[in-house]
């Protein structure tokens, strides 16, 4: 077998859980993503199988869409739901039309992003969430 797979990934767990469970099934010589989604995340997850490997740098330059639920008036110390609440804020009233305006205004185009301590990037080979967890 060779080829993509486009696999729902769950929250909860990471790209290389979902490559350990489909190694036993699909027996390949080489399994791969094209881009590693941290284990909260939802969303497609490409598997690549056999020689589809050779590709993942092309899938990695694909454009990709994201949606994301905002919680307003919450901190927390890993930046996401899954962590402990260091602040709390009240939220006054947004309007629809205010924040998308405001999104459009502040949020298009390529924007430089500094990733949170608890996020898929590695460091030396080690997700960068596994470290912040370990202390």
Do not use: C, W
């Amino acid at each position: 077998m060779r080829g993509v797979l486009n696999i729902n990934k769950p929250a909860g767990m990471s790209s290389y859980d979902v490559l350990r469970k489909l190694k036993p099934v699909l027996k390949p010589k080489r399994l791969g993503h094209s881009g590693t989604l941290d284990p909260m995340a939802t969303g497609v997850l490409l598997v690549l199988v056999n020689e589809a490997t050779k590709i993942s740098r092309l899938l990695l330059n694909l454009s990709k869409d994201y949606e994301a639920e905002i919680r307003f008036g919450l901190q927390t110390d890993t930046d996401d739901l899954t962590g402990k609440v260091t602040r709390t804020a009240p939220v006054p009233e947004i309007k629809a039309e205010e924040l998308s305006r405001v999104l459009q205004e502040k949020f298009r185009g390529e924007l430089l992003q500094v990733p949170p301590i608890f996020s898929a990037l590695k460091q030396n080979g080690v997700p960068l969430y596994r470290r912040a967890r370990q202390g």
